[in-house]
């Protein structure tokens, strides 16, 4: 039942997809795990592009290899190589790439970009990324590995961390978990940095309720899972604005020794937000997080090209 939701369609944001859809896509991953060693080629004779114009190493790599484990094919669009290059427009690249391929994962600087490709394009489109809006499979991967790490994602008790104006995958996962129930969101922000007006507003008509705070202290110890976000220095339109906020929020091991058992999150990459020393900790689950970007990935590419749950 819930497959039928994912087959075909673009994935273009979290919120499109229900609760239900979203279950169906965390037990395929969970089947995909269970097998490393036979995975089902559901993909032979597909081709998936991918087509950044913007940097990623885990997006891109990630779908890259979750296609190639179900059987696919992968080419991909290297926009400065590529007549991008000489001015050829989004939508006319789409067109190319649609009729070469199956299935496109983009990633682009500007909001709205993958819904644009979508309406060009007769395969489905998803986003790995438009500017400070979208990051759909990012906040899927989050939810599941707060689903595998806690056992579950209601009733637990969240810190987003950083920033929350600009990242994408802050308001992404935000939509995401509004479609369950946890305990208490705070987000941790430095004022210039708090949650857009859309975001909130969005989140509260889905009946998600958080409280904004300058610092994380306050609530650590009473947190169950830390999600860091890097402070976006790429999405700042003026950089002194990056100037005054950027080194806001570090998060060290001697912090950490106040936060429980309190896993800690981030989408990565990270530059000085979250220490090294961390790395060695129990609290440590973003390279886990980053890990389990592949049997997430390859759910989502199932499912979407009719796979069907597993
Ligand atoms: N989390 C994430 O989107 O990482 P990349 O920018 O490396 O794809």
Redesign the pocket.
């Known amino acids: 039942m819930g497959s039928i939701a994912w087959s075909g369609k673009d994935v273009l944001s979290i919120l499109d997809f229900s609760r239900e859809d979203l279950e169906t896509l965390f037990e395929t991953a969970d089947d995909f795990l269970k097998r490393p060693g036979s995975v089902p080629k559901t993909l032979a004779d597909r081709i998936v592009a991918t087509a950044?114009f913007?940097?990623?190493?885990?997006?891109?790599?990630?779908f890259s290899t979750a296609a190639l484990k179900l059987g696919a094919k992968v080419i991909d669009l290297s926009p400065d190589v590529s007549s991008v290059l000489k001015g050829e427009s989004l939508s006319d690249t789409i067109r190319m790439l649609q009729s070469y391929s199956d299935l496109i994962v983009m990633?682009h600087p500007s909001e709205g970009a993958a819904l644009l490709a979508s309406e060009v394009s007769d395969v489905p489109i998803v986003n790995?990324?438009d500017g400070s809006q979208h990051?759909p499979s990012?906040a899927m991967l989050d939810l599941y590995t707060i689903r595998r790490l806690k056992g579950r994602v209601d009733g637990l008790r969240y810190a987003v961390v950083g920033d929350t104006r600009y990242a994408r995958?802050a308001a992404s996962f935000l939509y995401g978990l509004a479609k369950y129930k946890p305990a208490s969101v705070y987000l941790v922000s430095p004022e210039g940095l708090r949650m857009r007006d859309e975001v909130k507003n969005s989140i509260r008509k889905l009946g998600l309720r958080t409280e904004e705070l300058d610092t994380l202290e306050p609530v650590l110890g009473k947190v169950d899972v830390i999600y860091m976000n890097r402070i976006q220095k790429e999405r700042f339109p003026d950089p002194n604005e990056y100037e005054k906020v950027k080194g806001s929020y570090r998060i060290t091991k001697s912090l950490l020794s106040g936060a429980g058992d309190a896993i800690v999150l981030h989408?990565?990459?990270r530059i000085n937000e979250l220490a090294y020393d961390v790395d060695d900790l129990p609290n440590a689950a973003y390279m886990e997080q980053?890990r389990l970007?592949v049997p997430v990935r390859m759910a989502l590419l199932h499912l979407v090209m009719g796979g069907g749950a597993r």
């Open positions: 950044f913007e940097p990623s190493t885990r997006t891109r790599l990630s990633r790995g990324g990051h990012q995958t989408p990565l990459p980053a970007g």
